[in-house]
């Protein structure tokens, strides 16, 4: 079993080193989806662009998720079972529509950035499944898709669940369809071609080690380079350090963990998955999975701890959980098992905006494909004085005695598996 990405059997990380100009107009702090996106828009809009990344670009999170491309609707999200999301407790309806409104638009924005990529992505508009645990839970679905995707989803009752999934663990669950599916290392390789050919400089394996004010313009020191321009914006999301404190202490670093099955017969991924698309189910230590592009092996994530450990540690669980849901690959072996770090936010909002004169975009929480790519490009819009998103500068809480070690991530991970539990009790009980 690797515990390396399977995306990097195909698409392993890049190492790239332009040479630089002493100034930038614009220097991007991290090179994912994030950083990307935005240094292709701020060059087609004229500005002279330098992306940093600390290690190889796509060694993070951009090639390490499992590819679900999302709509928009899991907007402050907190679990799909509970009844109101986070942002439904301290927002107005009319702000609440208006970020929605919004949030849908990066789905469309992935799928047109995508067409301009020199890499086939391996995109399909899959439509996503997303599997109740318990009868409550189902009910709960149907609200929320009411509110959040009334034109775009259809329950499916337990009864007919079936022609979705070839499992009876659940109680039913709703199809939405604007939701997708690509190769992630394929979306962050065309997304590097992308910059190249739009003019961006590209550097790979440097470390920002500080940011400073010095007469009007921003210096920016990587190892014994100090280089300066305009404006900076940080795109670290999960791997956020502690280079601007503020923001470190307003991201939770959270591990999510991905297994990948050996091939399996088609036959059997016809039934498993008869309509190929991505999935999620509703614990609060939720489970994700989907087909591989070839449609030959199951890829199939979840959060079993929030806090980081070894995913060869992990992996036993995620397999334990697969069994439970799909008894039939119980013989079948793991070739793959990562995981990679998830930007969680204390509101469970993605954030966009400025402090003390240094942009940032961070907060994927879980959802990251489109969202952090449109919101990359979100950044470059405000930067280019152009009309800002209306995520520009919301609200962005910390918690008291934070600052970069998330000491309460046990005990979260603690509560959200006892809560599953319980649900699983009365789950049984239901059946």
């Known amino acids: 079993m690797k515990t390396t990405p399977y995306w990097w059997e195909e698409c392993p990380p890049i190492r790239h080193q332009d040479d630089l100009s002493s100034h930038m107009d614009v220097i991007i702090i991290g090179g994912g989806y994030t950083g990307l996106n935005a240094a292709i828009t701020l060059r087609q809009g004229g500005a002279s662009v330098a992306v940093l990344e600390a290690q190889e670009f796509g060694q993070g999170a951009s090639s390490r998720n499992a590819g ?98 070839g499992s009876t663990l ?132 979840g959060r079993a701890t929030l806090s980081h450990r070894d995913p060869a540690h992990v992996s036993p669980e995620l397999f334990a959980r697969l069994h439970r849901i799909f008894p039939e690959v119980r013989d079948t072996g793991i070739s793959h098992a990562w995981s990679g770090k998830i930007a969680f936010t204390f509101d469970f909002m993605p954030h966009l905006g400025e402090n003390d004169g240094i942009i940032h975009s961070a907060g994927c929480n879980g959802s990251g494909v489109a969202m952090q790519s449109y919101l990359g490009h979100c950044a470059a819009e405000g930067m280019l004085d152009r009309p800002k998103s209306l995520f520009w500068n919301l609200k962005f809480p910390t918690l008291p005695f934070y600052h970069q070690r998330p000491w309460f991530l046990p005990l979260m991970t603690g509560y959200f598996r006892l809560m599953d539990q319980v649900d699983n009790v009365q789950q049984r009980f239901t059946r």
């Open 68 to 165: 679900h491309v999302s709509s928009g609707i899991n907007l402050g999200k907190g679990s799909t079972s509970a009844a109101k999301s986070p942002m439904e407790r301290h927002m107005s309806e009319q702000t609440i529509a208006g970020l929605r409104e919004e949030a849908s638009k990066s789905f469309d924005f992935i799928e047109q950035r995508l067409k301009t990529l020199p890499v086939d992505s391996q995109y399909v508009r899959s439509g996503r499944f997303v599997a109740a645990m318990s009868p409550q839970h189902y009910a709960t679905l149907a609200t929320k898709m009411k509110k959040v995707a009334p034109n775009d989803a259809e329950l499916i009752p337990s009864s007919e669940q079936d022609r979705e999934i």
């Open 170 to 301: 659940f109680h039913g669950g709703a199809v939405i369809g604007r939701s997708g599916q690509l190769h992630p290392a394929r979306y962050l390789h065309g997304l590097v071609q992308k910059a190249m050919q739009e003019g961006v400089r590209l550097c790979s394996n440097t470390p920002v080690t500080s940011i400073s004010r010095t007469a009007n313009k921003w210096q920016v020191t990587s190892e014994n380079r100090r280089l300066s321009c305009d404006k900076v914006l940080i795109a670290t999301n999960g791997y956020t350090d502690g280079l601007q404190p503020w923001l470190r202490r307003r991201i939770i670093p959270v591990a999510s963990y991905i297994i990948v099955t050996n091939p399996l017969p088609t036959k059997m991924m016809d039934r498993l998955l008869p309509n190929r698309r991505t999935y999620a189910d509703t614990r609060r230590l939720l489970s994700y999975f989907r087909p591989t592009p070839d449609g030959q092996r199951l890829l199939f994530g």
